[in-house]
């Protein structure tokens, strides 16, 4: 078997699989093993899931071994974690690093793959892992002049190993998503000037994080087991407590008090939570949206800036929501201005810095937090072609298609983990890695078991699941905003919702309820 990528699924798509008696060989582009947490080390990165939920499940003595030291980990307390993992499962041995796959080739005849690298590997494999994550691809603002800037320009997904010192310099930051969200206090408090130039404004919640007091790990220590089979139960992979009812069914006191709790609670899906229409009827959706646009007025003192940092154009929700450290508050600093460049937008990138319609900006450094292409553009960076010399790149020229977001037709033996079409994103991505890893093993036992070879998604059973995708999808306020689960970040993208809003405990039931019919949907050979 090949697998694309020692992140947090790559690792534990070799670990499993490795411990179920298969051959297998890890490629990674990257220099050691981490993913997202490896190439994402801007100032201010680390998780908005909490760190005793944002951790594997699958050995509790790893459980009970390693303890979190806040709340919300860091990128540095992540990846010390993974490399941990790594270490202590004895991983790395069979990961080749600084490696990239550019291509996937499935041989009708050998009923296998063709897996080529960069550095210039040719290997044949029965099965395929992508295990390349669902923001890794890092997208660079499509501005002119990009490449004319005399300053050093960084991107927050391709973060430099030794850091960067912005003491005293002037420094523009595009892009106002979670990871401008996280890095924009800090590169604050170091610049001498830093302008903020935001095309659409986010909701952002406080993550109230801090250190993990002793009590509270023991606490979850001795309780763990019952709380991942918790978590299994739940919607986004995060035990949340969920109201059933109507933002609109309760007085306007009640609600406040309600999404106070959940504001004060510092829990990402906390709010959302709060009423069980938020995401489906847009007048309940207003109270949330206006809660938070009231506390921004709260901790931003210039109303104007206030109101620029408001969201007002899409529902609370719709475009993935962040935890901040003192966001907002960062608008009251005096070396802070924040430009509205969707009033005026950004004309070119000078040598000197940017320039919008309305003015010139001379900057010294460029921080790019600008998102990435996600869910398809991991996934369509290597050359995948499958039966008959079909491109998957062609296959998903509409937009992506799967079966169950695990499995393509055309593509037999090759798995996306947390691919588009399952719920990925939407959720504790973890759980969700864990769930489609465990779900991979049991498949190729059994095939192995029964002596077959390969398997591969049905045209029909792919066509049912695109449609109920989209068809749950359209049922929710998600579709009506412009976020990169729609594509809409990326020019020329097909507009589809990539993920699927099942959640984690549904989707988990249809999985192996799939299984449990002899892998309805698929074909078995
Ligand atoms: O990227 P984003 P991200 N001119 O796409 C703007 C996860 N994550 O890296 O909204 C001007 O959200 C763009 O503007 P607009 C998490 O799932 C998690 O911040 O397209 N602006 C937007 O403001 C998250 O959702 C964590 O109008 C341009 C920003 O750049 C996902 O990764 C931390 C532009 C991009 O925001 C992606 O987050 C970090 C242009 N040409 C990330 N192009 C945590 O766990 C883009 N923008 C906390």
Not at 44 to 64: H, K, N, T, V
Not at 354 to 382: H, K, S
Request: proline share 5%; with cysteine; glycine share 8%.
């Amino acid at each position: 078997m090949v697998v694309v990528g020692a992140g947090i699924a790559g690792l534990y798509a070799l670990k499993r699989l490795r411990d179920g008696g298969f051959d297998v060989q890890v490629f990674e582009a990257a220099s050691d093993v981490g993913g997202t947490w490896w190439w994402n080390r801007y100032p201010g990165a680390r998780c908005d899931i909490e760190s005793m939920d944002y951790s594997y499940s699958f050995s509790p003595e790893l459980e009970q071994e390693w303890t979190w030291t806040e709340r919300y980990a860091t990128q540095p307390e992540i990846l010390r974690y993974l490399n941990h993992v790594a270490d202590r499962f004895d991983l790395r041995r069979q990961v080749q690093f600084d490696t990239r796959v550019t291509s996937a080739t499935w041989d009708d005849g050998a009923g296998r793959w063709t897996v080529a690298t960069d550095q210039g590997d040719t290997v044949s494999a029965q099965f395929c892992v992508m295990a390349v994550g669902c923001l890794s691809a890092a997208k660079d603002p499509e501005i002119d002049g990009i490449d004319t800037f005399a300053g050093p320009t960084y991107h927050t997904g391709r973060w430099p190993h030794e850091g960067v010192d912005f003491s005293g310099q002037r420094v523009g930051v595009i892009g106002t998503g979670s990871s401008g969200i996280q890095s924009i206090p800090l590169i604050a408090q170091q610049a001498g000037h830093l302008t903020v130039f935001q095309r659409t404004p986010n909701f952002a919640m406080p993550a109230r994080n801090g250190p993990l007091d002793e009590a509270r790990i023991q606490q979850r220590k001795a309780t763990y087991r019952t709380h991942r089979a918790a978590v299994l139960e739940s919607h986004t992979g995060v035990v949340v407590e969920l109201h059933d009812q109507s933002a609109l069914a309760v007085s306007d006191d009640e609600r406040e008090a309600t999404y106070e709790a959940a504001w004060e609670s510092g829990t990402l899906f906390a709010l959302l939570a709060s009423y069980n229409d938020l995401l489906i009827d847009p007048a309940a959706n207003e109270t949330a949206a206006e809660f938070v646009r009231r506390r921004i007025r709260e901790l931003v003192h210039d109303p104007e800036v206030a109101e620029l940092l408001s969201p007002r154009t899409y529902p609370f929700g719709a475009k993935r929501a962040c935890l901040d450290t003192d966001y907002y508050a960062t608008f009251n600093r005096p070396n802070v201005s924040l430009v509205d460049v969707r009033a005026t937008p950004i004309v070119e990138i000078t040598p000197t810095g940017l320039r919008t319609t309305a003015a010139d900006f001379d900057l010294d450094a460029l921080v790019f937090a600008t998102g990435f292409d996600a869910m398809t553009g991991p996934l369509l960076g290597p050359t995948i072609t499958g039966r008959r010399g079909a491109a998957l790149r062609d296959a998903w020229a509409a937009g992506p298609r799967s079966y169950l977001g695990i499995a393509v037709s055309g593509f037999p033996n090759l798995f996306t983990i947390t691919g588009p079409g399952s719920p990925s994103v939407l959720t504790n991505m973890i759980v969700s890695i864990e769930q489609h890893i465990d779900w991979v093993a049991a498949c190729i036992t059994s095939l192995r078991e029964r002596d077959l070879h390969t398997i591969e998604a049905t045209p029909d059973a792919e066509a049912f699941w695109v449609d109920h995708v989209n068809e749950v999808a359209s049922f929710t306020l998600y579709p009506t905003a412009d976020s990169w689960y729609m594509g809409a970040n990326v020019p020329g993208k097909p507009r589809v919702f990539m993920p699927y809003i099942g959640g984690v405990a549904y989707y988990r039931e249809v999985c192996a309820d799939v299984a449990a019919d002899d892998y309805r949907g698929f074909a078995l050979a």
